[in-house]
């Protein structure tokens, strides 16, 4: 069965994906922690559609280590970890999802436990960070700290870049976009680092805001605003932080690419910001009031 217009773009990349397989033999080594986080981020990844998930593992990435995704557990998944950041050195892709708390020397996010030690996350990232030949920061706890660093931030957590002395490739969301993350595992495949915005993140899905794109842009535009949830216009006046931020939601959408927030009713809450939670707090109120 062709491919629809909607899938027409996916199609052309998987595509571009496997030719490229033909001539350089190879996908993306990746290896992937899980830190202070929901998990939201590896469940919205399972949401990709075309490529579907299994087509990521087939043609895209060599996951060689993810607590979530891995079948071995304990010392039998450490021992892959070890041998794959010593034989792969300088060739992997280290995917970080969540923030790292900092205070007690990490005490707060223990990653792996075995009879002999306990891992934090601290340890880790700063051991396989300038391993890697990329890191993605995968969420917005990860990029910048999102919600595991929200007031009052008991367990000092931060975002990757603040403890790594290198670049980071931000790819933030609450959860992110599947596509956001698939597409930067498929440039730095294919092409290389992708061209980044001021706060990291790929431009070619964060170049422009939300409010840039909405299919609300005209309320806005004829001063006609929501009085309460609901209404069919604008939601501006109803807390809506799109005018400062940058995510292509509008016209990628989600859930199979069929819906986003603002068109299921509810106010953008800038969850790719630099300063959410807490800069988009309280939720409902007029962004000049927050």
Not at 21 to 34: G, M, N, Y
Request: aromatic share 12%; charged share 20%.
């Amino acid at each position: 069965m062709a491919a629809g217009p909607q899938f027409q773009l996916s199609n052309y990349v998987l595509s571009e994906v496997r030719e490229y397989k033909k001539s350089k033999s190879r996908k993306l080594p990746v290896i992937w922690l899980e830190t202070s986080d929901s998990g939201d981020n590896n469940i919205a990844f399972m949401n990709t559609t075309y490529p579907y998930l299994g087509q990521v593992f087939t043609d895209l990435i060599d996951l060689l280590y993810s607590n979530t995704f891995m079948a071995a557990q304990g010392q039998d998944a450490l021992n892959i970890l070890e041998q794959a950041a010593v034989k792969l050195r300088g060739k992997f892709t280290l995917v970080v999802e969540g923030a790292i708390p900092l205070k007690d020397n990490g005490l707060y996010t223990i990653i792996a436990h075995t009879e002999d030690y306990k891992l934090t996350a601290l340890e880790a990232v700063t051991w396989l960070g300038p391993l890697a030949e990329y890191v993605i920061a995968l969420g917005t706890c990860a990029s910048f700290g999102g919600i595991s660093a929200a007031r009052p931030n008991i367990t000092g957590s931060v975002g990757v870049r603040k403890v790594l002395n290198r670049e980071v490739i931000n790819v933030s969301g609450c959860p992110i976009n599947p596509d956001w993350f698939v597409g930067t595992l498929a440039h730095l495949l294919m092409y290389g680092q992708p061209e980044l915005d001021n706060l990291g993140r790929p431009t070619l899905f964060y170049g422009f805001t939300v409010h840039r794109h909405c299919q609300r842009r005209s309320y806005f535009d004829q001063g006609q605003f929501a009085e309460k949830l609901g209404d069919i216009e604008c939601m501006f006046s109803q807390g809506c932080v799109g005018p400062r931020t940058g995510a292509d939601c509008p016209y990628r959408q989600w859930i199979n690419h069929v819906n986003w927030p603002v068109k299921a009713n509810t106010p953008c809450i800038g969850c790719t910001n630099e300063d959410f939670p807490d800069g988009s707090s309280p939720f409902f109120t007029p962004l000049p009031e927050k």
